[in-house]
C-alpha cells in the first residue's frame, strides 16, 4: 500500500512540476509582451493630444449601456459620472433589469424621468420592456425598465434601443475618469478593422466619489481591498495586455468595454443562458470573424479607467468568483470545438489551450501541489530543501508577477504616485502568496467540481455608497 501512494505522489508531483514550469513560462512570457506594449503606448502618448477630440464632430457617437439589477447604493452617483463625461456626443441607456429594490424609483425621482412610448428595432432577443423613461433634463439620457432576464439579456435590450455605432457595457457599480471614452474610442477612429476594446478596472475602494466626481485616489482602506487592488493590477497590466500584445485577447471585463454595434448584432449579441457573458461575446466575435475571413482586431488599452466596488468580505469574494469561474467553465464547453483547431487562427491554437490547461485544469494540479509536496516529503519521496524550494519558487514567481505590474502601473499612470502607496502594495503583493492566492485556487477548483450549466444570473453582492458621498 505504501508504494501505491508513492508511486501515485510521485505521478502527482511530476505533473504539478510540469504545471509550474508551463504556467510560469506563459506568465514570464506575457510580462515581457505586455512591458513591450505599454513601452510603445507610452510612446505614443507622447506625441499624441488625445484632448483636441474632446469637442470633435468627427468623433464617433457612442452608447453607453448600465445594466442594473438592485443597485440603489450607486445608481444614482454612476449616473451622475456619467452624465459629466468629456465627450461630444453620446447617449446613456440605464437598463433596469426587473430590480426589487429602489433602483428604478430613485432615477425616476433624481432625474424627473416620464415613461414615454418609444418604437425600437429588435436587433436581438431580450425580454420584454415594460416602460421607457426620458427626462426633459438630460436629453441624452434614457431609462428602460424591464422583465428580469439577467445581465446579458439586459445588455441586449440596451443594444436594441441604442442609436450609435458603439456601445460600451459597464457596471452600475462603477464611476469612469472624465476622459475614459475618448480613450476607448480612439482605436475604433484609427482603424475599422478594430471591432472591441477594452479598458482597465480598478478598485474604487478608497476613493473619494462626490457627485459622481472621482476627488481623490486612494488606497482601500482593508487589507482584501489592497490584496484585490495588487490582483487587478497584475489581472489587467500582465494579463490583458500581454494577450492583447499577441492578437489573442478572449476576455474584455464586462464592467468596461467598448463593441462596434454591427460586430454584436452579427453574433445574436449577449447569450442570455451562458453565465460568463462578457468572455463569451468575445469569443463568439473572434469565431464570427474567423470564419467570414475578416480581418479584425480586438485591442486592450492601459489607460481608459473604470473604478468600481469589489467585495469587501470573503463570503461576497467566495461568491464572485466561484461565478467567474463557472462561467469560464461554461465559455470554453460552449466553444470547445475552437480549441486546438487552426481554422481560428492563433486563438484556437494558443489562446484556448492556454484557458482550458492553465484556468480550467490548473486549479485542479495546483491545489494537489500544495497537498502532495508535503505528504512526499512525510513519506521520503522527497527531501525537505526540494519542498521548500518548490513553494519559494511559488511565491517568487507570484511576486514577480505582482511586482512587475506595479512597476508598470508607476511608469505608465501612476494613479498611485506616493512612495507610501507602492510600498504598501508591494507589501501586499508578497502577502498575496500566503493565504490570498491559495483562497483563490480553492474557489476555482470548487467553482470547477460544482459545475452546471444553467442560466445567465446577476452575480448579488452587497452594494455600498461611494466613499465621500453623505
Not at 195 to 203: L, Q
Not at 276 to 285: L, P, T
Not at 337 to 364: C, H, Q, R, S
Amino acid at each position: 500500500m505504501r508504494d501505491i501512494i508513492r508511486a501515485i505522489l510521485m505521478i502527482i508531483n511530476n505533473l504539478a512540476l510540469v504545471y509550474m514550469m508551463g504556467i510560469t513560462l506563459t506568465y514570464f512570457v506575457q510580462l515581457l509582451l505586455s512591458s513591450k506594449a505599454l513601452d510603445n503606448y507610452v510612446k505614443y502618448l507622447r506625441f499624441s493630444d488625445y484632448r483636441r477630440y474632446i469637442d470633435s464632430p468627427n468623433m464617433l457617437p457612442v452608447t453607453l449601456i448600465v445594466p442594473a439589477y438592485n443597485e440603489e447604493a450607486t445608481i444614482i452617483q454612476t449616473i451622475m459620472n456619467l452624465l459629466k463625461l468629456d465627450y461630444a456626443e453620446y447617449e446613456i441607456i440605464v437598463v433596469n433589469d426587473g430590480s426589487k429594490d429602489q433602483t428604478l424609483q430613485l432615477l425616476i425621482d433624481h432625474f424627473a424621468m416620464v415613461p414615454i412610448r418609444q418604437p425600437y428595432k429588435r436587433s436581438v432577443e431580450n425580454k420584454p420592456i415594460r416602460t421607457v423613461y426620458r427626462t426633459p433634463k438630460h436629453r441624452h439620457l434614457i431609462v428602460l425598465d424591464k422583465e428580469n432576464g439577467g445581465k446579458a439579456d439586459a445588455l441586449n435590450a440596451g443594444i436594441n434601443f441604442s442609436r450609435y455605432p458603439v456601445v460600451v457595457s459597464m457596471d452600475a457599480d462603477s464611476v469612469l475618469e472624465k476622459d475614459a471614452l475618448i480613450r476607448i474610442l480612439l482605436p475604433f477612429m484609427k482603424d475599422n478593422s478594430v471591432v472591441a476594446v477594452g479598458g482597465v478596472v480598478r478598485i474604487s475602494s478608497g476613493c473619494v466619489i462626490e457627485d459622481g466626481d472621482i476627488k481623490e485616489i486612494g488606497l482601500p482602506a482593508t487589507w482584501l481591498g489592497r490584496l484585490q487592488t495588487v490582483e487587478y493590477l497584475r489581472s489587467f497590466f500582465t494579463g490583458r495586455i500581454g494577450a492583447a500584445a499577441m492578437e489573442m485577447l478572449l476576455i474584455i471585463s464586462g464592467a468596461f468595454g467598448a463593441f462596434r454595434k454591427e460586430a454584436l448584432i452579427a453574433v445574436g449579441g449577449y447569450t442570455a443562458d451562458c453565465i460568463g457573458e462578457d468572455m463569451e461575446v468575445v469569443v463568439k466575435i473572434h469565431r464570427a470573424m474567423r470564419l467570414a475571413g475578416r480581418p479584425y482586431k480586438i485591442s486592450f488599452l492601459p489607460d481608459p479607467i473604470c473604478w468600481t466596488q469589489p467585495p469587501d468580505n470573503l463570503r461576497d469574494l467566495y461568491k464572485q468568483r466561484k461565478r467567474w469561474q463557472i462561467g469560464l467553465i461554461n465559455v470554453l464547453l460552449r466553444h470547445r470545438d475552437m480549441a486546438f483547431n487552426p481554422k481560428y487562427g492563433k486563438t484556437g491554437m494558443l489562446m484556448l489551450p492556454y484557458y482550458w490547461i492553465f484556468e480550467f485544469i490548473g486549479p485542479v494540479f495546483e491545489s494537489l501541489g500544495y497537498i502532495t509536496v508535503p505528504l512526499s516529503w512525510w513519506f521520503g519521496i522527497l527531501n525537505w530543501q526540494f519542498a521548500v524550494l518548490y513553494f519559494m519558487l511559488v511565491i517568487l514567481v507570484g511576486l514577480i508577477l505582482s511586482l512587475g505590474a506595479l512597476i508598470q502601473e508607476s511608469y505608465t499612470m501612476r494613479r498611485f504616485p506616493k512612495a507610501g502607496q507602492m510600498m504598501s502594495l508591494a507589501g501586499y503583493a508578497l502577502l498575496d502568496n500566503f493565504g490570498f492566492r491559495q483562497f483563490n485556487t480553492v474557489i476555482r477548483l470548487i467553482g470547477l467540481l460544482k459545475y452546471r450549466k444553467g442560466k445567465s444570473t446577476w452575480g448579488e453582492m452587497k452594494r455600498k455608497k461611494f466613499e465621500g458621498n453623505s
